[in-house]
């Protein structure tokens, strides 16, 4: 209920991408873009796993291309550029039926 009270804003006026499909990839992962462009909130469950690990990406739209974006929890930063065009390496060790919100907003 904190968080959701931190960002209720974003989430409730902010633009809402699916990024991808939970019928066909391994994560369900969906974002919250304020309309500025100036803060966004990507949420993913892993819900599918089979034989080994792999590496996977989530990459996420409506940012603003040239602008950095900081990871509020970690201050890692990328562009919205590489956000959405090379994607946000998920960690090979997430279970099954975990997820985590990453929060990122502009430096």
């Known amino acids: 209920i904190k968080t959701y009270k931190t960002y209720?804003?974003?989430i409730q006026a902010g633009k809402y991408y699916r990024l991808t499909s939970p019928l066909e990839d391994k994560f369900a992962a969906w974002q919250f873009v304020s309309e500025d462009g100036s803060q966004a909130m990507l949420s993913v469950v892993k819900?599918?796993?089979?034989?080994?690990n792999e590496f996977s990406y989530i990459k996420?739209?409506?940012l603003v291309p040239d602008a950095i974006y900081t990871d509020a929890a970690t201050g890692q930063t990328y562009s919205g550029a590489a956000l959405m065009n090379g994607g946000l390496p998920l960690s090979v060790w997430m279970r099954v039926?975990?997820?985590y919100q990453v929060v990122w907003n502009i430096v």
């Open 47 to 52: 819900i599918d796993q089979k034989g080994h």
């Open 8 to 10: 209720a804003n974003l």
């Open 60 to 62: 996420m739209k409506g």
């Open 97 to 99: 039926h975990t997820s």
